[in-house]
């Protein structure tokens, strides 16, 4: 076992979440509860998670209601950090048109079957990638739009639709988002071992299928990311998606 579940256990990660808050407190970085909370719902989450996921993969009803309620709960999450008004809930377009199409291949390929233990660690790591590429790209889109109104309207002054307009102006901050993903898939087995490949050693699998396995989530991460990112571009470009306030 790579980490024993015990009392060190539990104090070192203790240790190391009061270690995040206090550098972010000293930093001024504004997030020292949000590091806090977030560490606290983390162990209490995967917790229930843990004792849940046994019935899941049982039970194929379960596991397609366990996968609709990832998705929702990203959704929501994405949809909020992007925005505070109503708009919000266009965050589930980006997200189901990166996830669920790939999702499908895999399913109607048989590389991934319809079974607990296989599908929802795909699709956790899916929609994950999907969530964060869409608040990146929503959020780099907006903040900029915000920043550089007056370009908009010239735009919009010289004759371009306001769809245009909007484009111009944030399509490269909103494609900054694709860049983790970018230097993850650059860097592999060079600087990091991710998740996958480190699981699946663990678990017994030669090297050479965990490298198949990791390189197959990789690319299939820049899919979902692109179409998400594409998505959430142009839900902002067409108006969709705004911070102002609902009529």
């Known amino acids: 076992m790579l980490l024993p579940v015990n009392v060190t256990f ?19 970085l504004g997030r020292s509860r949000d590091i806090v909370i977030a560490g606290v719902r983390a ?9 849940v996921i046994g019935a899941v993969v049982r039970s194929l009803p ?7 309620l990832m998705y929702a709960v990203a959704v929501r999450t994405a949809g909020r950090r992007i925005t505070p008004n109503a708009t919000w809930w266009w965050a589930a377009l980006p997200i189901a ?11 109607l390929t048989g590389l991934v079957p319809l079974k607990g233990i296989a599908l929802i660690p795909v699709a956790g790591i899916l929609i994950g990638g999907a969530l964060t590429a869409t608040v990146l790209a929503g959020r780099r889109a907006l ?6 109104h007056g370009e908009v309207e010239a735009g919009m002054a010289l004759g371009l639709l306001d769809r245009d307009a909007r484009l111009e102006i944030a399509r490269t901050p909103a494609a900054e988002a694709l860049l ?31 490298g198949a396995v990791q390189l197959f989530v990789l690319v299939g991460l820049m899919a979902v990311q692109s179409v998400a990112v594409a998505v959430v571009l142009e839900l902002v470009a067409r108006g969709a998606v705004h911070r102002e306030a609902q009529e």
């Open 10 to 28: 539990g104090a070192v990660l203790a240790v190391l979440l009061a270690v995040a808050a206090t550098v972010a407190a000293l930093a001024h």
């Open 43 to 51: 162990a209490a989450q995967l917790a229930v998670v843990s004792l």
């Open 62 to 68: 379960l596991l397609l209601a366990f996968v609709a």
């Open 97 to 107: 048109a990166g996830v669920f199409p790939v999702v499908g291949a895999l399913l």
């Open 143 to 148: 903040d900029e739009l915000g920043l550089r």
């Open 180 to 210: 983790p993903g970018l230097d993850q898939t650059r860097t592999v087995g060079l600087v990091t071992l991710p998740g996958a490949f480190v699981g699946m050693l663990l678990g017994g699998a030669s090297p050479l299928l965990a």
